[in-house]
């Protein structure tokens, strides 16, 4: 079974800062899909980012982007520019295809806090 | 607009009664999920659905119960035998590009 670990229960960051959040993964799989999720005190869950192990790119999106190191089994989500909008639980998942009922499997969090 | 719906947003029960979770969604989406969220955890799978009128346990579905009849809606039984049932619970259904889309959520209370 695949497992998520999220090493930083919390972290902190001042405004316009750049913050690396930590992921890594165990599985024998070699196709899947990662995720990081935003999850706001309104506590929707927001998708931030998403990587396919298949692309050695790293996926940006404005001011996010992974470090997907696949020999690792580690995949970090970096912020740049912190803002306030920020703060938010952060969730790492992992998702393996399997035709249409992909189940996600996701880390416990990180709690980043944004400070002005 | 297009979404997944989850009423109500708070609720709350006595302990011993069955309560039923309400997720509707109008993204045309043939899988539905459901996850429950506890303090430190990340989201744990409770049941799936990936068409209608069928459905699979996930990894904590004991005590829980799920109805697959329309394809828009996914609703969640919370019963008397699930131990610990105050929780926050999250809908989601996934449109076959292998990314969930999730609903507000339902805050249960069992007191």
């Known amino acids: 079974a695949q497992t998520v670990t999220q090493s930083q229960p919390e972290m902190s960051v001042q405004e316009a800062e750049t913050v690396t959040l930590s992921c890594t993964y165990d599985t024998s799989e070699n196709n899947y899909y990662l995720f990081w999720y935003k999850q706001p005190p309104s506590r929707q869950m927001i998708l931030v980012i998403r990587?396919?192990?298949?692309?050695?790119q790293n996926a940006t999106e404005n001011r996010f982007s992974v470090n997907f190191q696949k020999a690792a089994k580690s995949f970090s989500l970096k912020i740049s520019d912190s803002q306030l909008g920020d703060t938010a639980m952060y969730f790492c998942a992992f998702m393996k295809p399997r035709g249409g009922s992909e189940k996600l499997v996701f880390g416990k969090g990180t709690k980043l806090t944004v400070n002005p | 607009d297009g979404g997944i719906t989850q009423s109500p947003k708070y609720l709350f029960r006595k302990e011993g009664q069955n309560v039923t979770l309400s997720c509707e969604q109008n993204?045309?989406?043939?899988?539905m999920y459901w996850y429950r969220q506890d303090p430190g955890q990340g989201l744990r799978l409770i049941y799936y659905s990936q068409i209608v009128n069928d459905f699979q346990k996930g990894d904590i579905a004991e005590g829980y119960s799920v109805s697959r009849e329309k394809k828009e809606s996914f609703p969640l039984t919370v019963t008397s035998a699930q131990k610990n049932p105050t929780a926050f619970y999250l809908c989601a259904s996934n449109g076959g590009n292998y990314e969930q889309y999730f609903g507000p959520g339902t805050r249960l209370t069992v007191t």
């Open positions: 990587q396919e192990a298949y692309k050695q």
């Open positions: 993204l045309n989406h043939d899988a």
